[in-house]
């Protein structure tokens, strides 16, 4: 179980978190909403151990402060909004970072496997630095799962902390990422996800934590937290949440209202 409680940031006077509790389980797909700057991105940072924070967070029954940093690199992975490298890499080698720990004898098996798994096959040689933007998304997704790459290991539930992972992709591509982290969630293993895309988060998410000027408004199912009234108070403008037989909920917006801000 991931637990974080009461978890405040800072930036000099500037609270960016406020006290915010926030649960995840393993074997289930936590996805993190709400409008840009609610403090989506400063939560995951903090429960992947990157920032400083008031509160207690723990991670399979840990205190996530007294983990060192190499055992906690074994538990849980991070695939962040930005990757900028400075480097002439090819997609192997960037892929290959996420097998370090492995050693030299299996790190080139689960290369190929992760880049078909992100329908890269056939890029390993290609130059990153050449690749378009979603598809440098989708390398960066193969790097992180093979450093976690069996979800449950010594019987220990892995994670993957997911920021903004469909953000540069087109459709089928989001499906595609969306369905390799439902895959994963459902053999054992923890995915916390940022999203914007509220469609895809009723259809892939279990549980769902919806953030609003650095505090949690509600943390619920998908079918229970995503409302007309709530939705439309945290994102500032009108939006409908209709449930049409036999797919889950679905969010179109209206017109927008100052009313809301």
């Not at 991931?2 to 509790?21: C, E, K, M, Q």
């Not at 690749?131 to 539930?157: D, F, K, M, N, T």
Request: aromatic content about 6%; glycine content about 10%; overall charge neutral.
């Amino acid at each position: 179980m991931l637990d974080a409680r009461d978890i405040t940031v800072a930036f000099g006077h500037r609270r960016v978190l406020d006290r915010v509790t926030f649960r995840a389980a393993p074997g289930a797909l936590t996805a993190i909403v709400g409008p840009n700057g609610s403090g989506k991105t400063t939560l995951l940072r903090a429960m992947t151990g990157e920032l400083n924070y008031a509160g207690r967070i723990m991670l399979g029954g840990e205190d996530l402060s007294t983990i060192p940093v190499w055992r906690l690199a074994l538990r849980r992975a991070v695939l962040s909004q930005f990757t900028p490298l400075a480097f002439p890499f090819t997609v192997a080698e960037v892929v290959g970072l996420g097998q370090i720990r492995r050693g030299p004898g299996s790190a080139a098996d689960l290369t190929p496997r992760a880049l078909a798994r992100v329908g890269l096959s056939g890029y390993a040689n290609r130059p990153y630095q050449e690749l378009s933007g979603g598809e440098q998304q989708r390398v960066q997704l193969a790097r992180v799962l093979c450093q976690v790459w069996e979800p449950v290991e010594a019987g220990e539930a892995r994670w993957l902390f997911l920021d903004e992972p469909v953000s540069s992709l087109d459709i089928a591509h989001q499906l595609q990422v969306m369905q390799i982290a439902r895959d994963f969630a459902d053999a054992g293993g923890g995915v916390v996800a940022i999203m914007h895309d509220l469609n895809l988060t009723a259809m892939f998410a279990d549980s769902v934590a919806l953030l609003a000027e650095g505090r949690l408004l509600e943390q619920a199912s998908p079918e229970a937290l995503l409302r007309d009234d709530l939705l439309s108070r945290a994102y500032g403008c009108n939006l409908r949440v209709s449930t049409p037989p036999p797919s889950g909920p679905y969010v179109l917006p209206q017109a927008f209202s100052q009313s809301f801000l």
